[in-house]
């Protein structure tokens, strides 16, 4: 498909710097698929009379690490800066990452991280990892010097927290983003970027969720930074989807199925969880354990075989997520959604307001 059909123009100012505070009082777009078909400007707080008794909400439970890292490249006496931005971690002590600026970094160099004057090679502030691999589009291979825990502490003491490119760019990272850019409920270790349709949910809302009867599963899918990346192809089929790693358990897949047999409504919290389930499910609809990776890529025409509810907030113009939603709801449908969100002054992207999509057909 033309990637062109899936651009839309968007107000700056529409883009939130800062979640809403309390988490659940976000505005909440519900959309229904049909030519004819209204929007309903709710709240997320409405989800409890929105969704019925018997549904499931299905959640990711990844937890963002500070992936981003600042260090210097070493080749000879020569040296200069580099931006690495982890995103997917291929081995105890290794990672697929991209590289800013990536032209000139060569497979061999060293990268340093932290203080130079350090002795060691990993210290209280030193990292050091040599370039194995170099792809496309300023994508490279780490192998650290440590790994496993070891190598897990010092992402953490050095790295940053990586907030998308298009709330960075505004304004530095600060103290209040630690706790903003992860959900309640995150756990696993392991995403670059955070599920942020699930940044919405307060203790409260599940407590309220759990009295009216619907259910609550976990899944894993640690986010890449490929989500941040852009659409630059100008057809759909010439695209490449980042590989993530992902799990559902088999409790997890037993009750879910349980869920579909007793007529509930299988609701994904995020297009993470949405992409994860999809690629767990067979063509008979019957969701299976899953633990691998996955880099499916879903367009208008994908037929879903798993989520009757999605629940996501407001995405890029021309991204692999608008592609998404315009599959699950239908492209037309979700341009009328769109421009009524910007109208009404939702607010769009990680920190935005959210949306509650029924799936088309």
Request: with cysteine.
């Given at each position: 498909?033309?990637v062109?059909?899936f651009?839309?123009?968007?107000?700056?100012?529409?883009?939130?710097?800062?979640?809403?505070?309390?988490r659940?009082?976000?505005?909440?777009?519900?959309?229904?698929p049909?030519?004819?078909?209204?929007?309903e400007?709710?709240?997320?707080?409405?989800?409890?009379?929105?969704?019925?008794?018997?549904?499931?909400?299905?959640?990711?439970?990844?937890?963002?690490?500070?992936?981003?890292?600042?260090?210097?490249?070493?080749?000879?006496?020569?040296?200069?800066?580099?931006?690495?931005?982890?995103?997917?971690?291929?081995?105890?002590?290794?990672?697929?990452?991209?590289?800013?600026?990536?032209k000139?970094?060569a497979?061999?160099?060293?990268?340093?991280?932290?203080?130079?004057?350090?002795?060691?090679?990993?210290?209280?502030?030193?990292?050091q990892?040599?370039?194995?691999?170099?792809?496309e589009?300023g994508?490279?291979?780490?192998?650290?010097?440590?790994?496993?825990?070891?190598?897990?502490?010092?992402?953490?003491?050095?790295?940053?927290?990586?907030?998308?490119?298009?709330?960075?760019?505004?304004?530095?990272?600060?103290?209040?983003?630690?706790?903003?850019?992860?959900?309640?409920?995150?756990?696993?270790?392991?995403?670059?970027?955070?599920?942020?349709?699930?940044?919405h949910?307060?203790?409260?809302?599940?407590?309220?969720?759990?009295?009216?009867g619907?259910s609550?599963h976990?899944?894993?899918l640690?986010?890449?930074?490929?989500?941040?990346?852009p659409?630059?192809?100008?057809?759909?089929?010439?695209?490449?989807?980042?590989?993530?790693?992902?799990?559902v358990?088999?409790?997890?897949?037993?009750?879910?199925?349980a869920?579909?047999?007793?007529?509930g409504?299988?609701?994904?919290v995020?297009?993470?969880?949405l992409?994860?389930l999809?690629?767990?499910?067979?063509?008979?609809?019957?969701?299976?354990?899953?633990?691998?990776?996955?880099?499916?890529?879903?367009?208008?025409?994908?037929?879903?075989?798993?989520?009757?509810?999605?629940?996501?907030?407001?995405?890029?113009?021309?991204s692999?997520?608008?592609?998404?939603?315009?599959a699950?709801?239908?492209?037309?449908?979700?341009?009328?959604?769109?421009?009524?969100?910007?109208?009404?002054q939702?607010?769009?992207?990680?920190?935005?307001?959210?949306?509650?999509l029924?799936?088309?057909?």
């Open positions: 498909m033309d062109g059909l651009d839309f123009d968007l107000p700056e100012e529409r883009i939130a710097l800062r979640p809403a505070n309390p659940d009082s976000a505005r909440l777009l519900v959309v229904r049909g030519a004819d078909a209204a929007f400007d709710r709240g997320v707080r409405d989800l409890v009379a929105l969704l019925r008794p018997g549904d499931a909400l299905v959640l990711n439970d990844t937890r963002v690490i500070p992936s981003r890292l600042y260090g210097r490249r070493h080749r000879g006496d020569a040296s200069a800066r580099v931006e690495i931005m982890l995103h997917k971690r291929e081995a105890s002590d290794r990672w697929l990452a991209f590289a800013r600026p990536a000139k970094v497979i061999g160099e060293t990268i340093l991280f932290g203080d130079d004057s350090a002795s060691n090679i990993c210290e209280l502030g030193r990292l990892a040599e370039v194995t691999g170099k792809g589009g994508e490279v291979e780490l192998r650290f010097a440590f790994s496993g825990a070891a190598l897990d502490e010092a992402i953490v003491r050095l790295g940053e927290l990586p907030l998308p490119p298009y709330i960075a760019g505004k304004r530095p990272t600060d103290l209040a983003d630690a706790r903003d850019y992860q959900t309640t409920y995150a756990r696993e270790e392991g995403a670059v970027a955070a599920p942020t349709a699930g940044l949910f307060t203790p409260e809302l599940f407590a309220a969720l759990e009295k009216r619907v609550r976990f899944v894993t640690h986010v890449g930074a490929g989500t941040f990346l659409v630059k192809a100008d057809d759909t089929d010439e695209h490449r989807m980042h590989a993530e790693w992902g799990t358990s088999a409790e997890t897949a037993a009750a879910l199925n869920v579909h047999a007793a007529g409504r299988i609701v994904a995020g297009t993470t969880s992409r994860l999809e690629s767990a499910t067979g063509e008979d609809g019957v969701i299976q354990p899953f633990s691998g990776d996955t880099a499916i890529f879903i367009t208008p025409g994908y037929r879903f075989r798993a989520v009757d509810l999605l629940l996501t907030n407001f995405h890029l113009p021309r692999t997520l608008f592609m998404l939603v315009s699950f709801c239908g492209l037309e449908v979700m341009k009328r959604a769109y421009a009524h969100a910007i109208a009404e939702y607010r769009f992207y990680s920190y935005g307001d959210s949306s509650l029924e799936r088309a057909g």
